[in-house]
């Protein structure tokens, strides 16, 4: 934790200094946003964002003045984002109305996930909000080779990487013209990644078997369990882990049987504050793994060894990192497991 509060100091440090050499953004800019062509005659000076992975990619680029509302929280905001947070009005903690983001005359809605804003929004679809002349970007992570139709958290057809959060960093930026920020905050999260994985030494995590728990509707029942392209599998896969799960949904419902047959050493669980699903709480997880007749005898159960993770760390976001790091973390902590 000291070193992610110290590596995130220094990169708050090199946001206010601009850099020289970067290019300002020549208006009007257009940008090729999911499948949508996005024009931007000027910096927009009102953002609604929906989701927190998105508010928080926002705060870390030093935009919090231009953010006139939120929606869609899961946990805290990140620790050195409190302060300025605290002044942004919330419309909601899961999913706004389209009259509540309307109101807060945005020139810009910036959404996490299409399901929010895209062809079927819960929120409301890129078109009615153009048509109010109101621009609308998608974070690439949830678009690209990814499906969204039918419901549900998507089929993600190829494996997430870091880069297409990089590149909504990266566009960000440009249509706000403070490249300079997004380059140093790119070249920070990079950074700490390498880190991570260096401080994994020899085969500790080669090819171990690991399974993300999200949530589950019912405990005892079916649970949401990280796909084999998903954010969690691009977290286990830097690592050198493998992801027990090979389904292309990015949260497939999985039985507990099924699970227990592949053995995971790792399991990792999701903590949140959120508490719509019944298995959102950790401690609820980890009773029903070492009480079930099935799930304790997983050899992770036998072992403990279970490494609990923030929620918004299993999101695409710049959180992944956060992910990386504590996962890493905990696999150095168990010694050899296998």
């Not at 996930?113 to 109101?134: A, K, M, N, T, Y």
Request: glycine share 8%; proline share 5%.
């Amino acid at each position: 934790m000291r070193h992610f509060l110290t590596s995130i100091t220094l990169a708050c440090g090199f946001l206010v200094a601009a850099a020289p050499g970067h290019a300002a953004t020549a208006y009007p800019l257009s940008i090729n946003n999911c499948g949508q062509q996005v024009t931007f005659t000027k910096a927009p000076s009102r953002i609604v964002s929906i989701g927190q992975g998105m508010t928080e990619i926002l705060l870390s680029l030093g935009l919090a003045d231009k953010i006139a509302g939120t929606a869609v929280w899961v946990g805290p905001v990140l620790p050195q984002y409190a302060e300025a947070n605290s002044h942004i009005k919330r419309l909601a903690d899961n999913d706004p109305s389209f009259e509540s983001v309307v109101g807060q005359q945005p020139d810009l809605v910036a959404a996490e996930f299409e399901w929010h804003v895209g062809p079927q929004g819960s929120v409301g679809r890129r078109e009615q909000f153009s048509d109010l002349g109101i621009n609308s970007y998608i974070s690439p992570a949830d678009c690209v080779a990814k499906v969204n139709a039918g419901g549900g958290d998507g089929v993600r057809r190829e494996m997430f990487t870091m880069d297409l959060i990089y590149q909504e960093i990266s566009q960000l930026s440009d249509i706000f013209d403070i490249k300079e920020r997004g380059d140093a905050l790119i070249a920070d999260l990079r950074k700490r990644e390498a880190t991570a994985v260096a401080s994994i030494e020899g085969p500790s995590a080669r090819n171990l078997p690991v399974v993300f728990w999200y949530s589950s509707k019912d405990v005892r029942g079916d649970a949401f369990i990280a796909g084999k392209n998903s954010a969690p599998a691009y977290i286990m896969k830097t690592l050198d882990a493998r992801n027990v799960v090979t389904t292309e949904e990015e949260w497939p419902l999985v039985g507990w049987e099924t699970i227990a047959e592949a053995n995971p050493a790792v399991i990792v669980i999701a903590t949140m504050d959120r508490r719509r699903y019944a298995a959102d709480d950790p401690k609820v997880k980890l009773d029903f793994l070492e009480s079930d007749p099935v799930t304790s005898q997983m050899d992770a159960v036998k072992n403990k060894r279970f490494v609990l993770m923030d929620a918004q760390s299993m999101n695409p976001t710049i959180r992944t990192i956060d992910g990386i790091e504590v996962l890493a973390k905990g696999i150095k902590s168990f010694g050899p497991t296998q």
